[in-house]
């Protein structure tokens, strides 16, 4: 017995639907299926190259240049630069400090110890004398010096002569000096040169606007 014509059509759409629903569902199961292994063989792959750059981080971070800054060594490091700054300063402020009772030997020799010591800063590194301390004297004067470092002016190490490393600054220099009851203030700009001698930074020599060296001798009286 055979099944009307509608009948026949119905059963073929429903046997057609059912068809493409099973297609769709091996699909399905089949792709979820891949891409869970996937994730599983790829967990530990990103976490090997996870660590892989880790280390090569580490490695770079303990780089020499890199710490460094990759650039040449300074002259002088601020350690050094401080420490001659100091002896600039000290000395300075010292031969702008004395008094009418002051010692010639007892005052300049801790201020030589400061200096190369060779003649020219022996030469300046003294009281007045003459006429300008005979009126220090009797006018009972004394003269307190102060000095502070301005800006560098020449960081250099000579290595064709190997005279070493030296440093000339801008110093301001104030001395407050006082005679027969007045006080006055003088204040000069002075170009201070230290050097390394022994390991320690000592005073070469000074100059006030190109004048050439000059002490408190020259400043005493005024």
Not at 85 to 114: C, F, K, Q
Not at 191 to 216: H, P, Q, T, Y
Request: with cysteine; aromatic share 4%; proline share 3%.
């Amino acid at each position: 017995m055979e099944l009307p014509a509608d009948d026949k059509r119905t059963g073929l759409l429903a046997l057609g639907v059912l068809g493409i629903l099973f297609v769709l569902v091996l699909v399905m199961f089949t792709v979820f299926d891949g891409d869970d292994e996937g994730g599983e063989e790829d967990g530990p792959a990103v976490a090997a190259s996870g660590q892989a750059d880790t280390t090569t981080g580490g490695q770079d971070s303990s780089d020499p240049d890199e710490s460094s800054g990759g650039g040449p060594a300074p002259i002088v490091t601020g350690a050094e630069l401080s420490r001659a700054h100091a002896v600039m300063v000290r000395y300075m402020a010292g031969i702008n400090t004395y008094d009418h009772r002051s010692d010639s030997g007892a005052w300049s020799g801790p201020l030589l110890e400061l200096t190369t010591e060779d003649t020219r800063m022996k030469q300046v590194t003294a009281l007045p004398t003459g006429k300008a301390w005979d009126t220090c004297v009797v006018e009972k004067c004394s003269s307190e010096g102060d000095a502070e470092v301005v800006r560098d002016a020449v960081i250099s190490a000579d290595v064709a002569r190997n005279s070493g490393r030296s440093i000339s600054s801008l110093v301001k220099v104030t001395a407050t000096a006082t005679a027969a009851g007045e006080t006055t203030t003088q204040t000069n700009r002075w170009l201070v040169s230290v050097e390394e001698k022994s390991g320690r930074w000592v005073v070469s020599g000074f100059d006030i606007f190109g004048l050439g060296d000059a002490g408190a001798s020259d400043q005493a009286g005024e």
